[in-house]
């Protein structure tokens, strides 16, 4: 596959305000693709294994150095794919947010609380609906209902 035929391939709409359902599925399964779903879970500074510890030898230190270095890469390169499937528009949401997990817990956070928000509008509606008797049940009425 091309370089060109691998960006369509892994083309992820981008974040509008109205499509977050979809946009979260495909960002998951993008980011698992690439290794990197990790950096939307845990936040590299929490990762104990990375840690220095006193009495660490010498290697094991270097051999955390490397894994802290190849996980700050990953973090860069996951905000980056993050930013780039955001709309201009919603990028005020990421403001002040420094890391992936970060950027990814406050959309998460602004974008079910906003689905959450319309399920009593929804069950109003068919409450209303489900009120009526059968023959008043035009489309005229349920148009009316859901407004």
Partial sequence: MGECDREEFYRVAVLDGTNFVAWKFRMLSLLEEHDLRECIEVELANVAALKEVAGDSSEVKSQKQRALEKHKKKDKKCKSMLISRIHDDQL???????????????????????????????????????????????MDFVSSSSK
């Fill in 92 to 138: 005020e949401h990421l403001q002040g947010r420094e890391t992936p997990k970060q950027m990814w817990d406050a959309l998460t956070s602004i974008y079910e609380r906003k689905m959450l928000s319309l399920v009593p509008e929804y069950d109003t509606v068919v409450t209303s609906i489900e009120s009526q008797p059968e023959e008043q049940l035009t």
